[in-house]
């Protein structure tokens, strides 16, 4: 068994430990209670998958079954932490909260506050700082993708044999042919590239008068496919037919990134069933969009029983971020929302159901980052990760399916150079250390440290969904002290963020201060490129999709460009795969 953090690290495991993250209850919800879609609906018929099998060059004939499992990553989009029925939500999510109870739930499960910079760590294994993407998200008019010398977790997995399909939401960038998601290492893409759009129109404005359609199959966009269906349920098709048409004895990597509970809110109308009751019109809606979602999630599990993978496969089921409670979604009882670095931000809905787990039925508290998926499906795979590539993640299948110690001990939640300033932040209030102007975010153990402006900071309790009245949804808000810029919380002890105690352990803020400075030695400038007028739909014919030409790069390279140098002109990191930065470094009393 790995070895703990606190025999490591000691000075951080000061203070009573009390027991943290205990949520306001589990609603214990009947399966019977919930209709889902009737199998014929999205099904194939025995004609249709031999014919897609035929498309796609694959033969349907039986063979030695695979020892490599079958891959299923499932990312929900905004949902909240409270959003799911065993958080104790009033949302009935029968299907997530069978498949969570009879696998492994993560309730010490961290991913970014944003769309992109958590879709760039799972894919990659890395900080954002590490990829340049440390910086908000990747606007649709930006000439800017993930960058491409980084190698994702696809590309590996079909070194070893996988079959790699990606069908949702891309949010990676795509000015360049190079940075679509079939140019990363996916077999097949169905979906959109951008970060939000129309649920039936597939059509999505940027600004007045920037508007164009967002749904690929593959390269191209998929005209043939607006029928007006909802993307949720038309996802949902997609999978089922990729399932139906490959052959079970081949291993396959599935990525579903639903575009579902993200905004604009809507839903089809029989979702709004069982939430008429439910005053606020957003949460209403919100709702009826995760009752679909988790309708979906269930036909899915059933496809891959239907067609064979099941009994091999390890399905893994997380949010993108914290919800955001102006769009419906729900963090309570942490603090903050999308977009912030507090608990509420970052602190995700996650699970990992298979009938390959050891220690089904539990709960794994370990510390569990979205990096980790990297390392840790690479090595299922019995792929291998080459020592040049500079991990963030970890291998953590033994933490959950186990149950054994984490090997993570802290997270770089992030370093952001460019966000707006905090305004009384300074190198004074960081010990001439850091600057606490800066927007960053680290945890170690159980400790959390935030500078500069974190986001958004209230508490927002159910009943603020309600119209019973605003009062108590006032009495959580924050009265903002004059001059904070640092803050640390034993999250441990205070998952909800309630207690600063950094004027109790200074000695800590420094120690994490320095971590972060140490961390940011180690970062790539920030890609953030202005936005492109040759980026208009109204340009490529009405879509969205490449605009960046090979000519046109030869001529006027742009910011992109110096990609490459950066890597050369970057001092070389120590670090290898897996190895965290607190192993660089010497602590006081560690």
Same mark, same amino acid.
């Given at each position: 068994m790995a070895p703990g953090g606190c025999a490591r690290h000691h000075w951080l495991c000061k203070g009573t430990m009390l027991a943290g993250g205990v949520l306001l209850g589990f609603s214990v919800l009947s399966l019977l209670a919930y209709g889902y879609l009737s199998w014929d609906t999205f099904g194939s018929s025995p004609e249709e998958t031999e014919t897609t099998r035929a498309k796609l060059g694959e033969e349907p004939e039986a063979g030695a079954p695979t020892s490599q499992p079958h891959i299923v990553f499932i990312l929900a989009d905004d949902q909240g932490f409270r959003d799911v029925g065993y958080h104790g939500s009033e949302i009935r999510t029968p299907t997530l909260d069978r498949l969570a109870a009879e696998g492994v739930k993560l309730e010490n499960y961290y991913v970014q506050p944003m769309c992109t910079p958590s879709r760039s760590q799972f894919i990659t294994g890395k900080y954002q700082i590490h990829t340049g993407l440390q910086h908000s998200v990747i606007r649709p008019t930006q000439p800017n993708c993930l960058p491409l010398d980084n190698v994702t977790l696809p590309q590996k997995l079909k070194e070893v044999g996988y079959s790699t399909h990606m069908v +949702?939401?891309?949010? @990676?960038?795509?000015?360049?042919?190079?940075?679509?998601?079939?140019?990363?290492?996916?077999?097949?893409?169905? *979906?959109?590239? @951008?970060?939000?759009?129309?649920?039936?129109?597939?059509?999505?404005?940027?600004?007045?008068?920037?508007?164009?359609?967002?749904?690929?199959?593959?390269?191209?966009? #998929?005209?043939?496919?607006?029928?007006?269906?909802?993307?949720?349920?038309?996802?949902?098709?997609?999978?089922?037919?990729?399932?139906?048409?490959?052959?079970?004895?081949?291993?396959?990597?599935?990525?579903?990134?639903?575009?579902?509970?993200?905004?604009?809110?809507?839903?089809?109308?029989?979702?709004? %069933?069982?939430?008429?009751?439910?005053?606020?019109? =957003?949460?209403?809606?919100?709702?009826?969009?995760?009752?679909?979602?988790?309708?979906?999630?269930?036909?899915?599990?059933?496809?891959?029983?239907?067609?064979?993978?099941?009994?091999?496969?390890?399905?893994?089921?997380?949010?993108?971020?914290? +919800?955001?409670?102006? #769009?419906?979604?729900?963090?309570?009882?942490?603090? +903050?929302?999308?977009?912030?670095?507090? %608990?509420?931000?970052?602190? #995700?809905?996650?699970?990992?159901?298979?009938?390959?787990?050891?220690?089904? +039925?539990?709960?794994?508290?370990? @510390?569990?980052?979205?990096?980790?998926?990297?390392?840790?499906?690479?090595?299922?795979?019995?792929?291998?990760?080459?020592?040049?590539?500079? @991990?963030?993640?970890?291998?953590?299948?033994?933490?959950?399916? %186990?149950?054994?110690?984490?090997?993570?001990?802290?997270?770089?939640?992030?370093?952001?150079?460019?966000?707006?300033?905090?305004?009384?932040?300074?190198?004074?209030?960081?010990?001439?250390?850091? =600057?606490?102007?800066?927007?960053?975010?680290?945890?170690?153990?159980?400790?959390?440290?935030?500078? *500069?402006?974190?986001?958004?900071?209230?508490?927002?309790?159910?009943?603020?969904?309600? =119209?019973?009245?605003?009062?108590?949804?006032?009495?959580?808000?924050?009265?903002?002290?004059?001059?904070?810029?640092?803050?640390?919380?034993?999250?441990?002890?205070?998952?909800?963020?309630?207690?600063?105690?950094?004027?109790?352990?200074?000695d800590i803020v420094k120690q994490l201060l320095q971590r972060l400075s140490q961390f940011n030695k180690t970062a790539v400038p920030v890609r953030y490129p202005a936005k492109d007028p040759r980026s208009n739909p109204k340009l490529n014919g009405g879509v969205w999709g490449p605009w960046f030409k090979e000519d046109e790069k030869k001529k006027k390279p742009g910011k992109i460009k110096g990609e490459n140098k950066q890597k050369k002109n970057k001092k070389k990191t120590s670090q290898k795969k897996g190895q965290s930065l607190h192993c660089r470094l010497h602590l006081a009393g560690g």
């Open positions: +949702g939401k891309w949010h @990676l960038g795509f000015y360049r042919k190079e940075c679509m998601p079939t140019q990363r290492g996916f077999d097949s893409f169905f *979906g959109s590239l @951008l970060g939000s759009g129309d649920y039936y129109t597939h059509y999505k404005c940027d600004s007045p008068g920037i508007c164009g359609y967002d749904l690929y199959e593959n390269d191209n966009a #998929a005209w043939d496919h607006d029928n007006g269906i909802y993307s949720t349920q038309m996802y949902t098709q997609k999978v089922q037919q990729i399932l139906a048409s490959h052959n079970p004895n081949t291993p396959i990597f599935l990525y579903i990134a639903y575009q579902a509970v993200h905004s604009p809110l809507q839903a089809p109308g029989k979702y709004f %069933e069982h939430y008429r009751s439910i005053n606020n019109i =957003n949460r209403r809606r919100y709702a009826a969009m995760l009752a679909c979602l988790d309708e979906a999630i269930n036909n899915v599990t059933l496809a891959l029983k239907r067609y064979g993978y099941y009994d091999n496969s390890i399905l893994i089921y997380s949010s993108d971020n914290g +919800g955001q409670p102006t #769009a419906g979604g729900s963090n309570w009882p942490l603090r +903050g929302s999308k977009g912030s670095y507090w %608990e509420g931000g970052i602190r #995700a809905v996650g699970f990992v159901h298979s009938p390959l787990l050891k220690n089904k +039925g539990s709960v794994c508290k370990e @510390l569990v980052h979205i990096t980790d998926w990297f390392p840790t499906l690479i090595t299922l795979a019995e792929g291998q990760i080459d020592e040049d590539i500079q @991990l963030d993640g970890y291998d953590i299948w033994e933490t959950i399916s %186990e149950g054994r110690r984490s090997p993570r001990v802290d997270i770089l939640h992030n370093i952001d150079p460019i966000y707006t300033k905090a305004k009384n932040g300074s190198w004074a209030a960081g010990f001439g250390i850091w =600057n606490t102007a800066i927007q960053s975010a680290i945890r170690v153990n159980h400790w959390k440290l935030l500078t *500069g402006n974190p986001g958004y900071s209230d508490w927002v309790p159910p009943q603020s969904f309600s =119209n019973i009245g605003p009062n108590r949804w006032h009495n959580e808000r924050v009265s903002w002290m004059a001059g904070k810029t640092v803050w640390l919380f034993n999250i441990t002890a205070d998952p909800y963020e309630r207690v600063d105690l950094s004027g109790k352990y200074p």
